[in-house]
């Protein structure tokens, strides 16, 4: 927007509200004064921490879930950001853990009580049936599904980059993890659809992508090697207009234009 005074003073802001956050709440080894998952996730979410210290914090937020045996303690603040925090950090055993987890608190409780919906309370339904406070117990009551967006983005792996914004530049990076054989997402966009579906099988991975018209993407095959990636059963490297990305561990990245693409490789150890 050309406004480069502005940019300038909410960038000092910003270094300034850093500053007073380290040493109002953080010790000079990374602890913070609210040894919480609440308080370790939003410290990560928003990098109010350096990046010194934030491995470690990861660390300690990972220690605390499995101090509660495996289970989140977090509300409607840090309930929206555990999982994103716990897989960007290299924790996403973890995440799918709590994903999976259906003792309380957890997502997978309230299903085994019978819910159709979000509940406001972990515990709406408690386990001999009883019921929560009726001032503050609503079964229709979003928050806690935020959990949704982890699975659209890290699970299937369907992102955006934020040099193209609005799905016009597409990352496609899916997760696999947490002994699933399966994920299958799509998502409407002002372009059209966008589609990812991973399948394990015998060993081998398979990745249907679907980009919608005017827009391109990179996407991160779940695969060690190149030269075992195929796409609707030929080898990535004698099509044209699949181009080669820098590679990243775990992942053969392509480049990639709009229309359907059946990749196949031998899956890597989630």
Same mark, same amino acid.
């Given at each position: 927007?050309?406004?480069?005074?502005?940019? +300038?003073?909410?960038?000092?802001?910003?270094?300034?509200?850093?500053? +007073?956050?380290?040493?109002?709440?953080?010790?000079?080894?990374?602890?913070?004064?609210?040894?919480?998952?609440?308080?370790?996730?939003?410290?990560?979410?928003?990098?109010?921490?350096?990046?010194?210290?934030?491995?470690?914090?990861?660390?300690?937020?990972?220690?605390?879930?499995?101090?509660?045996?495996?289970?989140?303690?977090?509300?409607?603040?840090?309930?929206?950001?555990?999982?994103?925090?716990?897989?960007?950090?290299?924790?996403?055993?973890?995440?799918?853990?709590?994903?999976?987890?259906?003792?309380?608190?957890?997502?997978?409780?309230?299903?085994?009580?019978?819910?159709?919906?979000?509940?406001?309370?972990?515990?709406?339904?408690?386990?001999?049936?009883?019921?929560?406070?009726?001032?503050?117990?609503?079964?229709?009551?979003?928050?806690?599904?935020?959990?949704?967006?982890?699975?659209?983005?890290?699970?299937?792996?369907?992102?955006?980059?934020?040099?193209? +914004?609005?799905?016009?530049?597409?990352?496609?990076?899916?997760?696999?993890?947490?002994?699933?054989?399966?994920?299958?997402?799509?998502?409407?966009?002002?372009?059209?659809?966008?589609?990812?579906?991973?399948?394990?099988?015998?060993?081998?991975?398979?990745?249907?992508?679907?980009?919608?018209?005017?827009?391109?993407?990179?996407?991160?095959?779940?695969?060690?090697?190149?030269?075992?990636?195929?796409?609707?059963?030929?080898?990535?490297?004698?099509?044209?207009?699949?181009?080669?990305?820098?590679?990243?561990?775990?992942?053969?990245?392509?480049?990639?234009?709009?229309?359907?693409?059946?990749?196949?490789?031998?899956?890597?150890?989630?």
């Amino acid at each position: 927007m050309g406004k480069t005074d502005d940019a +300038a003073n909410y960038t000092a802001l910003l270094a300034k509200i850093k500053d +007073a956050y380290l040493r109002e709440y953080v010790t000079p080894n990374g602890l913070i004064s609210s040894d919480t998952q609440t308080a370790y996730v939003l410290a990560l979410q928003f990098d109010m921490l350096p990046e010194n210290l934030r491995a470690q914090a990861a660390d300690r937020l990972v220690r605390n879930i499995r101090r509660y045996d495996d289970h989140l303690t977090t509300g409607f603040l840090g309930t929206p950001y555990l999982c994103h925090v716990l897989s960007r950090f290299g924790h996403a055993d973890m995440a799918y853990r709590l994903l999976l987890q259906d003792t309380y608190p957890s997502w997978l409780y309230p299903v085994k009580m019978g819910a159709t919906t979000i509940w406001e309370r972990w515990d709406g339904i408690k386990p001999d049936g009883s019921f929560e406070t009726p001032t503050m117990n609503s079964y229709n009551h979003y928050a806690y599904g935020a959990i949704g967006d982890w699975m659209y983005r890290v699970i299937a792996g369907i992102d955006t980059k934020t040099e193209g +914004a609005g799905y016009k530049q597409i990352i496609i990076k899916p997760t696999i993890g947490g002994g699933l054989d399966s994920a299958y997402a799509d998502y409407e966009t002002n372009y059209g659809k966008i589609s990812s579906h991973w399948k394990l099988k015998g060993g081998s991975l398979t990745l249907d992508v679907q980009i919608p018209p005017n827009a391109t993407a990179t996407v991160y095959i779940p695969a060690n090697s190149s030269g075992t990636v195929m796409e609707s059963g030929k080898p990535i490297a004698s099509e044209p207009d699949i181009k080669t990305g820098a590679p990243e561990t775990g992942y053969v990245v392509v480049n990639i234009g709009s229309g359907i693409y059946h990749f196949s490789a031998a899956a890597t150890n989630p």
